[in-house]
């Protein structure tokens, strides 16, 4: 199935590319994190990675040099988790409909240059909260879906909003099995991001999920986390009937939904003393 899933979502690239004067590169690249395939055009060439140990399909650009694609400075566009255990060819034209949109949209393109590139500087590679909601795809499938519509409809994608209205009903109705392996998965990952995942993630995973699930699935889930966790949870559940004001940040920095008034950054979302790590 991977190779299947990765000469499908190579090839419905491909015919994007065609049309806008790529040309895919003969045979594939063997890198250490997994196989890759390449178009090249006149200044930007463009690869779509499979990395074998993350289970994930990556699509990346470059700028060209005289020698060809700048192999050492690839820009992450969009990953997409793809299990070739149980996984599909569903789930593979699903990935490759998201790089045609995303390769097909020059603004939208650009805007997803321009986030990585930013979100890679501020974030020392963390990871963010699209790439922690598609880890949680392999416990609620249908959030592959929810996560495309989500990126189609707009630019910036909504991290809060999102996580209030697909993340944490979710969490919350899992929440209420308290011997569930699935809760435990879940608990487990948001352990992960929580000690390795940016400051938007960590915010999300403290203010709008366990702020915003049921005392009992709340309960349920602390359960499983580690006694480091629950002690800076305790510090921001006093947050979870207020109103948290935006961070302050440059003017340049802010990042607000078109078409709506919740601010997509938390400030009061962890505990200082984690801030500062």
């Not at 929580?194 to 203010?207: A, E, H, L, P």
């Amino acid at each position: 199935m991977e190779e299947k899933a990765f000469e499908l979502i190579a090839s419905q690239t491909e015919k994007v590319l065609e049309k806008q004067g790529f040309r895919r590169q003969k045979g594939k690249v063997e890198e250490k994190d997994g196989t890759a395939v390449v178009f090249v055009g006149e200044n930007t060439a463009y690869s779509i990675l499979y990395n074998k140990a993350g289970k994930q399909f990556e699509l990346r650009s470059t700028l060209m040099t005289d020698e060809g694609p700048d192999d050492g400075n690839w820009k992450s566009i969009s990953n997409w988790i793809f299990d070739p255990e149980t996984d599909t060819t569903k789930e593979a034209e699903s990935i490759a409909n998201d790089f045609c949109t995303t390769l097909d949209d020059s603004k939208r393109r650009a805007a997803i240059r321009a986030a990585k590139r930013k979100a890679t500087k501020d974030n020392d590679n963390n990871p963010g909260p699209v790439f922690f909601y598609k880890r949680l795809v392999s416990v609620f499938p249908e959030l592959r879906e929810e996560i495309a519509e989500e990126r189609e409809a707009y630019e910036d994608f909504r991290a809060v909003t999102f996580a209030r209205a697909h993340i944490v009903p979710k969490i919350d109705a899992l929440g209420k099995k308290k011997t569930s392996q699935q809760l435990k998965k879940v608990c487990n990952l948001c352990e992960e991001f929580y000690k390795n995942g940016d400051m938007d993630v960590r915010s999300i995973i403290t203010m709008v999920i366990f702020n915003g699930v049921s005392v009992e699935s709340r309960d349920n889930m602390l359960a499983y986390m580690s006694d480091t966790f629950q002690k800076y949870y305790k510090k921001c559940e006093k947050y979870k009937t207020k109103t948290v004001k935006p961070e302050k940040v440059k003017k340049s920095d802010l990042r607000r939904s078109a078409s709506s008034d919740i601010p997509e950054r938390l400030s009061g979302d962890v505990p200082k003393e984690y801030r500062n790590k």
